[in-house]
């Protein structure tokens, strides 16, 4: 029973870190006053989206995909990105 309810909790740890991240950067980006601009812009969006996605990466190859997905982003991202 207690193998089994920490296999289920670092799953359930994991969406709730998705989840946190993502939601972190959406205040990002309505505190840069980008919140307009990504409602209008479908590929903006699309892009600040990919964002949320390094939540998925093992904790190693964050910071260098990151580096490799930045220069990708719109000139506007820099506000959320720094």
Known sequence: MI???K???QVVTSKVYIFHSAQLICQKIQ???LAR???KDENFSL???HLSALA???AD???ETFNE???HLPGEAKAVTD
């Open 69 to 71: 997905l930045k220069p």
């Open 3 to 5: 193998k089994a309810s």
């Open 37 to 39: 601009l990504s409602g």
């Open 31 to 33: 505190v840069s006053g």
């Open 61 to 63: 190859d964050i910071l």
């Open 56 to 58: 998925f990466l093992p």
């Open 7 to 9: 296999s289920e909790m």
């Open 47 to 49: 892009k600040m989206c």
